[in-house]
């Protein structure tokens, strides 16, 4: 009897208001894995999202927690956070949690 594998998680750390949740950039990203994972992946990939209110108008601490969530949900990789000095904000955390982050 085969199983299926589990799916690749990948985070998305959202660290400002998405007008629409965060959907259209959601359906970006799903397409742009689609077309660069053809034949190369061997599984289906799954969103995980944390959406943080971080720097300027939010925290800091937003941020790591919304990071730190993410890597307890055992996502793979992270895309975000956005904003460049949230991006300083999870630097070590990334290097330590070794989980490569796109920013």
Do not use: K, W
């Not at 998405?18 to 799903?30: C, I, K, S, V």
């Not at 190369?40 to 999202?49: G, H, K, M, Q, Y």
């Not at 959406?51 to 925290?59: I, Q, V, Y």
């Not at 969530?69 to 070590?92: F, K, M, T």
């Amino acid at each position: 009897m085969a199983t299926a594998a589990d799916p690749i998680r990948l985070g998305v750390l959202y660290d400002f208001p998405q007008g629409d949740g965060g959907a259209g950039f959601e359906e970006a990203l799903r397409l742009g894995i689609e077309v660069a994972g053809a034949g190369r992946l061997d599984r289906d990939v799954e969103l995980v999202t944390h959406h943080a209110r971080g720097l300027p108008a939010g925290t800091a601490a937003a941020v790591e927690e919304g990071f730190r969530d993410l890597c307890a949900a055992g996502v793979l990789a992270i895309v975000g956070p956005s904003i460049s000095d949230n991006g300083i904000v999870v630097r070590d955390l990334a290097a330590e949690a070794r989980v490569p982050c796109v920013n």
